[in-house]
């Protein structure tokens, strides 16, 4: 049976980079959120425009629901529909960890929200990338900022603890790979969880 899996996790953790090489390993369709759609890369641009710099919380929050609502459709169901696994760069539980944890947004109304955007779809499994706090600070310094990544360091401090308590209340979904390793161990931890979890 096909899986949907998701790599989730703060800035900097490596989540596109493993999402790739899973993807390849499995011959599964990569995809992302946000994005990972012709209209959903437009959306993207309005999210992580640093010039946008008055986006109300709940309309930021909506219009990420928007691109998930739209990727699930025309990506992420008609690929599982064809016996294809789907291996996504971030799901909805970013949603919860950056508008919830990190934005302060009711977290059951952002459940709900998307619980309805999503239609019940959750990922079967998500991986959740961690990466001490020089990591991810040195991995920044090495990139032009977006909007995101530019919200500060007491925000995404948030972030990642969300991260964290969501894996540790759902053990049965998640599993944490510490990812402040060599790249081909991640990768092999990330293929094992993956054999273990959902059996591809």
Known sequence: M???????????????????????????????????????????????????????????????AADRAQHLTTVVEPALAAGRHVVSDRSVYSTLAYQGYGRGLDLDELRHLNEWAIRGRWPDLV?????????????????????????????????????????????DRWVHIDADRPIDVVAAAIREAVRERVGV
């Open 2 to 64: 096909p899986a949907y899996i998701a790599l989730e996790g703060a800035e900097g953790c490596g989540k596109s980079t493993h999402a790739q090489r899973l993807a390849g390993r499995l011959d599964a369709v990569l995809t992302q959120e946000t994005g990972g759609t012709p209209i959903g890369a437009r959306l993207r641009a309005i999210l992580h425009d640093v010039d946008v710099t008055d986006l109300d919380d709940r309309a930021e929050a909506l219009i990420i």
């Open 127 to 171: 991986l959740l990338l961690t990466v001490a706090p020089e990591t991810t600070a040195r991995r920044m310094g090495q990139r032009e900022l977006d909007r995101f990544e530019r919200a500060g360091t007491e925000f995404h401090a948030r972030v990642d603890a969300g991260f964290r308590e969501m894996a540790a209340a759902d053990p």
